[in-house]
């Protein structure tokens, strides 16, 4: 019984280390990720970003922070207090769990379930909630109808991403995502399924409401939206949220069509997850360079796209994808 529960505690252990240096390099990650997108910006608009908080500006994310953290949290009077408190947490917290599938490297995963393709799917599904509680608790109109852009536009996309999914597991034949890395280890998916890679990353800038898709905050109409009347920590919740959904789609992008931790042209010299890292890091160059050049779409352009482009286009490859592997022989038998 003693050996048992040694064991039991001993796992434990390894699990919560390995959770604890996920969860650190997510939030430094995502700190720095201001800081790229902050220089991304300036070097498209001729400008330098920061360079005066510290060398080369680098401490200017833990400033921002520390302003943020030392401001009031305001809760409006006409608001649902626990509800609009509740709102960021949840946002920031789905953002955060969606890694725990996450393959990083060769069996290095927190949890290498057998369905982490599901599971991700449905952890992106559920980030739709924290919006809308936060425009419904506002008590708000601003925020309310920012909330119900972002219901109608997350919705809209998520049905083309899925269909993009199922078409990378009809190549891969399996859900759990370490297999779907270790099935390109000849071929990435990015080349045979690229046109369903871009409609994969397009729809990513709209689940994440990033621009030109921002119709959410969208400044000109809605003053900031669905998070118009927070402030603090809690507006700092909902802003780092953002940008560790852009970081978790930058994953998923990497992981179905990317090759994961794979190195490519067999350059081996780098450790797996330096590899996963760096590819993070250019999808992410895709997400700062459209915000940089791209004008805000309307409203019924967002929708025109989303359902009468992305969603029949890929339904079509997928079919298509699906006969020529069943007519070719190469259809996975799964695992």
């Given at each position: 019984m003693a050996d048992l529960l040694a064991t039991y505690i001993g796992h434990f252990g390894v699990m919560f280390v390995g959770i604890l240096c996920v969860v650190v390099v997510l939030l430094l990650s995502m700190a720095y990720l201001t800081y790229y997108e902050r220089k991304v910006l300036a070097a498209a608009m001729l400008r330098k970003g920061p360079n005066v908080t510290g060398p080369f500006g680098l401490l200017q994310p833990m400033a921002?922070?520390?302003?943020?953290?030392?401001?009031?949290?305001?809760?409006?009077?006409?608001?649902?207090?626990?509800?609009f408190l509740l709102a960021?947490?949840?946002?920031?917290?789905?953002?955060?769990?969606?890694?725990?599938?996450?393959p990083f490297g060769p069996g290095l995963v927190i949890s290498n379930i057998n369905v982490g393709v599901l599971y991700l799917f449905a952890i992106s599904s559920l980030g739709v909630y924290g919006i809308i509680i936060a425009g419904w608790a506002s008590n708000s109109r601003y925020a309310f109808l920012g909330a119900m852009r972002?219901?109608?536009?997350?919705?809209?996309?998520?049905?083309?991403?899925?269909?993009?999914?199922?078409?990378?597991?009809?190549?891969?034949?399996?859900?759990?995502?370490?297999?779907?890395?270790?099935?390109?280890?000849?071929?990435?998916?990015?080349?045979?399924?690229?046109?369903?890679?871009?409609?994969?990353?397009?729809?990513?800038?709209?689940?994440?409401?990033?621009?030109?898709?921002?119709?959410?905050?969208s400044e000109s109409e809605l003053v900031a939206g669905y998070f118009v009347e927070y402030s603090a920590m809690a507006f700092a919740l909902f802003y780092l949220g953002e940008y560790m959904n852009m970081i978790l789609v930058s994953g998923m992008t990497t992981v179905l069509f990317l090759g994961g931790w794979l190195a490519p042209f067999g350059l081996t010299f780098l450790p797996a997850p330096i590899w996963f890292g760096l590819k993070i890091f250019v999808v992410l160059?895709?997400?700062?360079?459209?915000?940089?050049?791209?004008?805000?779409?309307?409203?019924?352009?967002?929708?025109?796209?989303?359902?009468?482009?992305?969603?029949?286009?890929?339904?079509?490859?997928?079919?298509?994808?699906?006969?020529?592997?069943?007519?070719?022989?190469?259809?996975?038998?799964?695992?």
């Open positions: 921002d922070g520390l302003k943020l953290f030392l401001k009031e949290t305001i809760v409006p009077t006409g608001s649902n207090p626990v509800l960021p947490v949840l946002t920031f917290g789905l953002a955060l769990v969606g890694w725990s599938v996450i972002s219901a109608a536009q997350m919705v809209s996309y998520e049905v083309s991403i899925g269909f993009v999914i199922v078409t990378v597991l009809l190549c891969a034949g399996s859900l759990n995502l370490s297999k779907v890395v270790e099935a390109q280890s000849h071929l990435w998916f990015c080349i045979p399924l690229f046109p369903m890679m871009i409609v994969f990353f397009v729809s990513g800038l709209a689940e994440t409401n990033r621009a030109p898709f921002d119709l959410v905050e160059f895709g997400f700062l360079w459209a915000r940089a050049t791209l004008p805000r779409f309307r409203y019924d352009q967002l929708m025109r796209l989303g359902w009468k482009i992305f969603l029949p286009f890929s339904i079509v490859y997928m079919v298509a994808v699906a006969g020529f592997l069943v007519a070719t022989g190469n259809l996975p038998n799964g695992g």
